[in-house]
């Protein structure tokens, strides 16, 4: 069955310097979520979308902003990194529809950005 | 606010044994799911588990089960003829119900979980 897919799955940026991650949902969800997760941490929830549309936000830096295509994929706009963004990203899709396979969220294998 | 707590930092077991993961959680609602996630060593987050709330059966996947608790809102794992490839962080996860739309999970911080051969 397909996953949700995310590009880049590593990156390497200097302070400063801005990074964009990618998220594919699996087919036919139509939410998508990111979260953050620091070494030896639980998964920090960022923001949300359903349908094209911001749903929530958690602990998301200004300096973070997202957004969800006509297609339903995702992207994470990271910009002004700091040593401290240096995280594991998860992007995660669900059907929110209120269908039968709904209420379930599946997560990528992740993006690892390292900022120097 | 929803909470959700995971009391055991670290557990190790030997091969084959049975494993008891615990979760306590804080929440008004009365219509939620509860989720049991495994991160291996590769660190990619795995679904094992899942449970709504309105169901009063446990949820069983395999070697994989549960016992719900609700108005004790607790929600523990158990892991039967443990596997090494079991060997890995299992955190708890709480969310609400809607009909549609977004509602983020909320997880517990992590129990840290090692199979012996």
């Known amino acids: 069955a397909a996953g949700v897919i995310q590009s880049p799955r590593h990156l390497i940026k200097e302070k400063r310097e801005t990074a964009t991650l990618k998220c594919y949902p699996i087919p036919r969800h139509d939410t998508v979520y990111w979260y953050q997760q620091g070494p030896g941490q639980d998964p920090q929830f960022l923001i949300s979308f359903y349908e094209k549309m911001q749903s929530d936000k958690g602990s998301i830096p200004d300096r973070f902003s997202a957004q969800q295509f006509s297609d339903y994929h995702s992207e994470l706009n990271m910009s002004s990194l700091e040593l401290g963004d240096s995280a594991l990203y998860f992007c995660a899709s669900e059907d929110g529809t209120g269908s039968l396979t709904g209420n379930t969220i599946y997560f990528g294998e992740g993006s690892w950005l390292t900022v120097v | 606010a929803q909470t959700v707590t995971q009391s055991q930092p670290e557990m190790s077991v030997q091969e084959a044994e049975t494993v008891t993961l615990s979760c306590t959680y804080d929440?008004?609602?009365?219509?939620?799911?509860l989720f049991w996630y495994k991160q291996p060593p590769s660190r990619q987050m795995i679904l094992v588990i899942r449970?709504?709330?309105?169901?009063?059966q446990n949820a069983t996947e395999n070697r994989f089960s549960v016992n719900f608790q609700k108005a004790a809102k607790s929600f523990s794992l158990k892991i039967s003829d443990s596997q090494l490839g079991d060997t890995a962080m299992y955190f708890c996860a709480f969310m609400n119900f809607i009909i549609q739309g977004a509602q983020k999970l909320v997880f517990g911080q992590g129990t840290r979980l090692t199979i012996n051969p």
């Open positions: 929440t008004s609602e009365n219509n939620y799911y």
């Open positions: 449970q709504e709330a309105y169901k009063q």
